[in-house]
């Protein structure tokens, strides 16, 4: 009986040992992986970061121009959706026209949209590489 319990003991182990060493992650070059809520940025004009931002604010019209000196300047028509007054904050990441950041970066700011209402915000691009854009909203903190 000991001798039984005893190798059944090392054949245990044994067995946990090669199960321990052996390795299910496979060998190889990957491809990046994007999620996809991170894409959203590089494709659509107006990105909504927060679910209350999704519910209470829409976009209907964004109007884009070059200026004289090559500049883009773009201003948003945000909506308020809702019969009662909101704060939210607003940026918009100027790009170069393969959709990479031109590192201009306009701070947030604050758009207060009363019942029902339309406001403009408007943005300029620090220098002439700017070719298009993302605008940013988020709720006011």
Do not use: W
Not at 87 to 92: F, L, P, W
Not at 95 to 114: C, H, Y
Not at 117 to 132: G, H, P
């Amino acid at each position: 009986m000991k001798k039984t319990f005893v190798s059944m003991l090392a054949a245990g182990g044994a067995l946990l040992l090669a199960a321990g060493c052996s390795s299910t992650h496979d060998k190889g070059p990957y491809l990046p992986q994007t999620p996809p809520p991170m894409g959203y940025e590089t494709r659509e004009p107006v990105v909504l970061l927060d679910p209350g931002v999704q519910y209470s604010v829409t976009c209907s019209g964004i109007q884009e121009r070059t200026l004289p000196d090559g500049r883009l300047e773009v201003v948003a028509h945000l909506r308020n959706r809702e019969n009662r007054r909101i704060e939210v904050q607003a940026n918009c990441v100027f790009k170069d026209q393969n959709g990479f950041s031109t590192s201009d970066e306009t701070p947030f700011v604050m758009v207060i949209l009363t019942e029902n209402a339309t406001e403009d915000v408007k943005f300029a691009s620090m220098n002439n590489l700017a070719k298009r854009y993302t605008i940013r909203v988020r709720q006011a903190r």
